[in-house]
């Protein structure tokens, strides 16, 4: 990811798309993606080679500011049957990630300087409640992970360049892989396999991680959303 600093210091640097990724996975639903824009001729618009439909939505609240957290409303048509769906089905979405990426649309899919790796630093918030609920829209109050009850700071170890899950190892003498049983486990069990260096490799002996984002990208593809536990998004310690 490199931040369009130089666009952003332009007289015209172009319009920000903001494209939004809902993780209902971990609710039992699905992910889906969607955007507040389209283009021109009404297709989706496409980043990294994902789409993100157009939907009826409005939002406010986004703006941080250090007084207090930011507690974000979403409001959505309920002409859109499969929200409308996942928030009966779910009881709410309570507990489902947002993810909100912003670029440029000069960096879009199919424009002269389409770049997927040129975005601002994602949005992460949880949906926290629906506010409203009825024919005509839904409204959905998000928060941040830090705004949760009890929450103590820091959780974890927050590494920018390092990833926590516990990667699968290969068993020689059961010729197999062998997974971590815990809630630290990394979730990808497929048969493609890559060295420490993020190298393609025939051999599952050789299979492992080097703990880096672009291990997960070779692993699930670009434009993917990616299980990565470091967090790319803190800023690096200057001396």
Same mark, same amino acid.
């Given at each position: ?7 952003? /210091? ?7 798309? *903001? ?20 283009? /021109? ?11 993100? !439909? ?8 986004? *703006? ?9 409303? $979403?409001?959505?048509? *309920?002409? =859109? &049957? ?6 009966? &089905? ?26 997927? =790796? @040129?975005?601002? %630093? &994602? ?8 506010? *409203? @609920?009825?024919? =005509? ?8 992970? @830090?705004?949760? !009850? ?8 927050? $590494? +920018? ?65 990616? %299980? ?5 998004? $803190?800023?690096?310690? +200057?001396?």
């Amino acid at each position: 990811m490199t931040t369009p600093r130089a666009a952003m /210091q332009e007289l015209s640097p172009g319009g920000i798309v *903001s494209l939004y990724t809902l993780d209902a996975t971990g609710i039992g639903g699905s992910i889906y993606r969607f955007s507040d824009t389209n283009e /021109q001729d009404g297709s989706p618009v496409a980043f990294g080679g994902v789409e993100y !439909p157009p939907l009826a939505f409005a939002t406010e609240g986004f *703006s941080w500011s250090s007084e207090e957290l930011p507690r974000p409303k $979403l409001t959505i048509s *309920s002409v =859109n &049957s499969t929200l409308y769906s996942l928030a009966v &089905s779910t009881r709410g979405i309570q507990g489902a990630v947002l993810y909100r990426t912003r670029t440029y649309d000069r960096y879009i899919d199919g424009h002269a300087s389409a770049n997927p =790796n @040129m975005y601002f %630093p &994602s949005d992460v918030f949880l949906v926290d409640r629906i506010l *409203s @609920m009825n024919k =005509n829209e839904i409204v959905i109050e998000l928060v941040t992970p @830090m705004d949760l !009850p009890d929450c103590k700071l820091p959780g974890q170890v927050a $590494l +920018r360049d390092v990833c926590f899950w516990v990667y699968r190892h290969y068993d020689a003498d059961l010729e197999a892989f062998v997974y971590d049983q815990t809630e630290n486990a990394c979730p990808y069990a497929e048969e493609a396999c890559f060295t420490n260096l993020g190298m393609s490799t025939e051999n599952p002996a050789l299979d492992c991680c080097g703990r880096r984002l672009s291990d997960c990208i070779c692993r699930y593809g670009a434009g993917k959303a990616l %299980p990565y536990g470091g967090f790319p998004g $803190l800023a690096r310690q +200057r001396t």
